[in-house]
T-cell receptor, first 112, second 111 residues
Framework: DAGITQSPRHKVTETGTPVTLRCHQTENHRYMYWYRQDPGHGLRLIHYSYGVKDTDKGEVSDGYSVSRSKTEDFLLTLESATSSQTSVYFC???????????FGPGTRLLVL | ELKVEQNPLFLSMQEGKNYTIYCNYSTTSDRLYWYRQDPGKSLESLFV?????AVKQEGRLMASLDTKARLSTLHITAAVHDLSATYFCAVEKGGSEKLVFGKGMKLTVNP
């Protein structure tokens, strides 16, 4: 295992509520990523971070924000959850951008 | 815009058979990654291909990269049931830290 945990692992919430997902790594890797996985779409990058307080948008960043105040934690926030954000969310880490990314166990989010 | 296409998206094959699956991408990149995902699980890294002509092999799987053709292949030799999974290729978007994934190929290997 690459020492990645995600919390919560499952969450049910209502439309309009804020939701924060946490990714925690024990490897001290520089790069961290948030993806969502939906049937028929593969994985799509939401946001990524290349260091503490350094983040950038991915291809599906609308409606999401991120923060990284410590190397080991990368938070994904849905400011006001919508049903279209029902998905499986994966966090990933890499020590160097040309190395493979190691994925966390995923968080299943259902927005009612 | 970088697009990554995998084909086929579904494959059912018999144990012992060989098959090649394809990953095409639309813009120049030297970095391509293959992952495996079992149902309900996370993604597991299989191969990292970082240059034209790169070939990697692990067990019954062999991956190659042709950056001029913008094509990677994943060849399966003498398939076994344990290879049943969904396989994703991902391409690095032009010198960035961003990966673009294909939609995945669901492989079922039947006894």
């Amino acid at each position: 295992d690459a020492g990645i945990t995600q919390s919560p692992r499952h969450k049910v919430t209502e439309t309009g509520t804020p939701v924060t997902l946490r990714c925690h790594q024990t490897e001290n890797h520089r790069y961290m990523y948030w993806y969502r996985q939906d049937p028929g779409h593969g994985l799509r990058l939401i946001h990524y971070s290349y260091g503490v307080k350094d983040t950038d948008k991915g291809e599906v960043s609308d409606g999401y924000s991120v923060s990284r105040s410590k190397t080991e934690d990368f938070l994904l926030t849905l400011e006001s959850a919508t049903s279209s954000q029902t998905s499986v969310y994966f966090c990933a880490i890499s020590v160097y951008r040309q190395e493979t990314q190691y994925f966390g166990p995923g968080t299943r989010l259902l927005v009612l | 815009e970088l697009k990554v296409e995998q084909n086929p998206l579904f494959l059912s094959m018999q144990e012992g058979k060989n098959y090649t699956i394809y990953c095409n991408y639309s813009t120049t990149s030297d970095r391509l990654y293959w992952y495996r995902q079992d149902p309900g699980k996370s993604l597991e890294s299989l191969f990292v291909l970082l240059s034209n002509g790169a070939v990697k092999q692990e067990g019954r799987l062999m991956a190659s990269l042709d950056t001029k053709a913008r094509l990677s292949t994943l060849h399966i030799t003498a398939a076994v049931h344990d290879l049943s999974a969904t396989y994703f290729c991902a391409v690095e978007k032009g010198g960035s830290e961003k990966l673009v994934f294909g939609k995945g190929m669901k492989l079922t290997v039947n006894p």
